[in-house]
Structures are given as structure tokens and as C-alpha cells.
């Protein structure tokens, strides 16, 4: 939920990347802070594993500005992808005032992808949150792939609620902002 303070005039909103292990959440991050402003970023905070390259989060204050007088900065949060860590999934949504559902368009990926929104969806139940009125927009990564699914495929078995959705390369930044800036517009329009 988004932190307002009255007396340093801020407003700190969350928005979690989710989606299955290696879909593109971590290079989303990567690449919005090496390319965003150096003034307007802060310092990219990773926890990786052996076998994991983000066990829990990672962690981007990015400012952007002033909303009525008020300095808005924006928290990005990805989660790990793996069944595993479900509890720390839930954990970090709880605080999210809007998701990036990434999902790898690899075509031996879509029941995974499947899975993923069906437990998002779950997931925010369980927080008292609906997708259906929750800053929510989804990103098909990976279109590079030579055996990318279709983008009408992945919109008519994934994209159930129409939400806006981005074709998106996240190692070469293709739909990488284009995405961000649709959920920092959905989040400051629900404040």
C-alpha cells in the first residue's frame, strides 16, 4: 500500500514483477536501472543464489517526479519464480500497489505461465485484493524467441481480464519502459 507522508511531502508506492523462475523479471530491473536516470535511481539491491538469481527481491527506488506538490518515488520488487518460494511471493505482494505479471513466451512455457496467473490470482484473494480492480498489466517477454508464441495466443489463454500488455526483449529494453510506465499510470491513477 502506498506510503504518504505529509511532512516530507512523498509518496512511496510498490510495484512487484511476477512470474515464473527466468521469465525476465530480474533483467526488467536491470536494465531500467542501468538506463534510468542516475539522479532519479537508487542503488539496485539483489540477493542471489547459486541456483537462483533472485532468492527474494530486488529492490529499485526509482523517483519520478512531483504529483501535486508531492515527490513520488516508485519501489520495484521482483519475486522468485520458483513453486518453492510461495510464502516470500505472498509476503512481498502484500505490500504491492501494483503487479507486472512478466511471462516468457517460450512456447514449452505457457502452462507454466498459466500456473503463475493462477496463483497470482490466488495469491492476491488471499491478501483481499482483486486483479480485477488493482493496478495489474502483463508483459509477453522473450518475443526474440525463434519459438515465440503467438502474441494473439498469449493475449486469448492468458490476458482473461484484457489488461494491458507489452511485447517486450527486457536483455535489449524492447517494451521494458513502455511496460513501467503503464503501471506507475494505473498506480498514481487508483491513488
Not at 520458483?82 to 505482494?93: S, W
Not at 508464441?149 to 482473461?160: G, H, I, K, Q
Request: hydrophobic share 40%.
Amino acid at each position: 500500500m502506498a506510503l504518504i507522508n505529509v511532512a516530507t511531502r512523498e509518496i512511496h508506492c510498490n510495484i512487484v514483477y511476477y512470474g515464473t523462475g527466468f521469465c525476465g523479471k530480474t533483467t526488467n530491473l536491470q536494465y531500467i536501472h542501468r538506463h534510468a536516470r542516475p539522479e532519479a535511481r537508487g542503488k539496485l539491491l539483489s540477493i542471489a543464489t547459486e541456483s537462483e538469481r533472485t532468492l527474494f527481491f530486488d529492490f529499485l527506488p526509482l523517483d519520478l517526479g512531483a504529483v501535486h506538490g508531492f515527490r513520488v518515488r516508485f519501489h520495484l520488487y521482483t519475486v522468485p519464480g520458483q513453486v518453492l518460494y510461495e510464502r516470500t511471493r505472498v509476503a512481498v505482494l502484500t505490500g504491492a500497489d501494483g503487479v507486472v505479471l512478466v511471462m516468457d513466451s517460450g512456447a514449452d512455457k505457457l502452462e507454466e505461465n498459466f500456473q503463475s496467473l493462477i496463483e497470482l490470482e490466488t495469491n492476491m484473494r488471499k491478501l483481499g485484493k482483486d486483479l480485477g480492480n488493482f493496478p495489474f498489466v502483463m508483459q509477453w517477454n522473450k518475443r526474440d524467441l525463434p519459438d515465440a508464441v503467438p502474441v494473439a495466443t498469449l493475449d486469448r489463454y492468458l490476458n482473461r481480464r484484457r489488461v494491458e500488455a507489452f511485447d517486450a526483449v527486457a536483455t535489449t529494453g524492447e517494451g521494458v519502459f513502455a511496460t513501467l510506465r503503464a503501471i506507475c499510470k494505473s498506480v498514481m491513477a487508483r491513488l
